[in-house]
Structure formats: C-alpha cells, structure tokens
C-alpha cells in the first residue's frame, strides 16, 4: 500500500535561516506531488506541485522554493526565513490527475523566532 | 480563476442536531468535488469525493454530500451529529486536472 512520510514533525528556526521539509512516498510511481499551507481561518493555499521530476508549478510568488530530485521525493526549502513563513506545511501526493482526491502527511509545523 | 467558499467559519451543534456545512465552487470545466475532515490532532483525510454519476454521494462516518450543478454548490450533511464529529471540515474542487483547491474551511464543534 501506498504511503507518505514528512518531516519533521516540527520545527523552530530563526529568522534569516535555511529551510529543508522533505516528503516522500512509497507504494506508487509517478505520483503527484503537492505542497499547501494551512493558516487558521484560510484553508489550505496551494504553494507547489510536481507531475514529474524536475517539473515545479508555483502557485503564488513567496520566498519558498520546491525541488523534486527523484520520482517519489519532494523538498521544500527557503535560503532565509521570515517571520510571515511561520505555519503548518503539509505534503500530499495523488495519482496522475486527481478525480481520486489527494492523500496527506503528517505536517510540519515550523514556527520561525 | 478557481474557487471554493465556505460562507460557515463555524458551527456549534448539539449531539443529535443535524448537520449542513455550505461549499459553493468556481470552476468552469468538469468537476471532481471532494470534503476533507481534520479531527484534532489528526492528518487530513478524505471524508468523501464526487467523481461523476449519482449527485448524491454517501461518505465515511454517515455523512453525505449532494452536487447541485445548476448551484454550483457541494453541501456536507449528517442527518445525526456525534460529539466525535468535532473537526474541521474542508471542501474542495479539481482546479484542471493536476491540483485541487480547497476552501477556508469549517470548524465544527459538537456539544456533548
């Protein structure tokens, strides 16, 4: 059966900082690949997401990166925190188009001081 | 460009009370529709998805959800609401075929 692994589980970094979340899904092939943002009250915002390796779609302009350096891996990162990164970051992955819904990990809750 | 309302921030029921959660959707192509519930401390999860067929989709855990296409709307229903129904409940849309975008969700609290 398939899974997804994200870590850590959570994170406190100061301002100014790198970043590296990693995600990674076993059991399937080709996944699609997602990173989101939940905030209290906003839902869930649709940073990144990858179809294939190498291939990133950014959905809004922020200070936050995406790599997909293998099939069933995905990394998000920054090069310098700030404080508006702080949240919770959650991983998710589908099967080519997504009419089955997506599956999640676990979330990162990274607090940036 | 694609969205999903929630009109419902929150709700406060009483056990037994029955349950309607608005989801209102903007998405000119074929739509796969789904509702997410995230219990405390738990991952996200698919509480049931609307694919194609019948509107009426029965999910997990009792809960239903009818797709009203003239309405563009996706309404979450439990004729019957159990304290262990406290959650947030998230609807989605397919926004094209590679990603789903979802509302700002409803925080839904059951008193016992």
């Known amino acids: 059966s398939q899974t997804i692994h994200q870590w850590p589980a959570t994170l406190v970094q100061p301002v100014g900082s790198p970043l590296s979340l990693e995600c990674t899904v076993e059991?399937?092939?080709?996944?699609?690949l997602y990173w989101y943002r939940q905030a209290a009250g906003r839902g869930l915002q649709l940073l990144f997401y990858?179809?294939?390796?190498?291939?990133i779609s950014s959905e809004v302009p922020q200070n936050l990166s995406a790599s997909r350096p293998q099939d069933r891996q995905f990394i998000l990162s920054s090069k310098k925190l700030l404080l508006s990164d702080s949240g919770f970051y959650l991983c998710?992955?589908?099967?080519?188009?997504?009419?089955?819904?997506?599956?999640f990990g676990s979330g990162t809750r990274l607090t940036v001081v | 460009a694609q969205s999903v309302s929630q009109h419902n921030h929150h709700v406060i029921l009483s056990e037994a009370a029955s349950l309607e959660l608005g989801c209102n959707y903007s998405y000119g192509g074929t739509v796969n529709l789904f509702w997410y519930v995230q219990y405390p401390g738990q991952h996200l999860q698919l509480l049931l998805k609307y694919f194609s067929g019948d509107p009426l989709v029965k999910g997990i855990k009792g809960f239903e959800a009818e797709f009203i296409k003239s309405k563009f709307s996706f309404n979450l229903r439990k004729p019957s609401v159990q304290w262990s129904d406290t959650a947030e409940y998230f609807c989605a849309v397919n926004a094209g075929a590679s990603k789903i975008i979802f509302g700002s969700g409803t925080r839904l609290s059951i008193r016992p």
């Open positions: 998710a992955w589908s099967g080519t188009g997504v009419g089955y819904g997506y599956t």
């Open positions: 990858s179809v294939g390796i190498g291939q």
């Open positions: 059991g399937t092939s080709n996944p699609n």
